[in-house]
């Protein structure tokens, strides 16, 4: 299946393995479901863009910005609006707000987390006994 890009996946790679000072502060917090209990993987491809931090269960990234992103704002604007095209929520933290302020930016995830609708609500069940199979014995 042609998906009109190349899956940058080796990259993400590299990214993982040379994470920046900020990424490696940040992903001390959110491994391990230490917020919220909430899952992220580092560096994940989406799409033809790689994602620092992603909450497949949550539809939530977490990119982390440095100085380059100042000035490539439309770039960075359309990035999230693919991203968000794909069921995703899109925040961003600087680089000197993760290093300086690590607290604040751990509690704001947890509230946006906490805002989220659950993305898989439970199921009532149908009927009052479990179907079994003919053959069993009631």
């Known amino acids: 299946m042609d998906k009109g890009y190349d899956r940058p ?3 993400a ?17 959110l491994s391990a479901r230490k917020v919220a209990g909430v899952r992220f993987n580092r560096q994940v491809p989406i799409g033809p863009f790689i994602c620092d931090f992603v909450s497949r269960s949550a539809k939530l990234i ?10 490539n704002e439309e770039a960075d604007r359309a990035r999230t609006r693919y991203i968000e095209g794909k069921g995703f929520r899109v925040i ?15 509690t704001k995830i947890n509230l946006i987390l906490a805002d989220m609708p659950s993305p898989s609500p439970s ?9 079994r199979h003919p053959d069993m014995p009631q």
Do not use: C, Y
């Open 9 to 11: 996946t080796m990259r």
């Open 13 to 29: 790679r590299e990214l993982r393995a040379n994470p920046t000072e900020a990424e490696r502060s940040l992903w001390l917090h």
């Open 62 to 71: 977490i990119e982390v910005d440095g100085g380059q992103h100042d000035w």
């Open 92 to 106: 961003r933290f600087w680089n000197n707000e993760v290093l300086q302020n690590i607290e604040g930016v751990v």
């Open 123 to 131: 199921r009532k069940r149908e009927g009052g006994r479990k179907a």
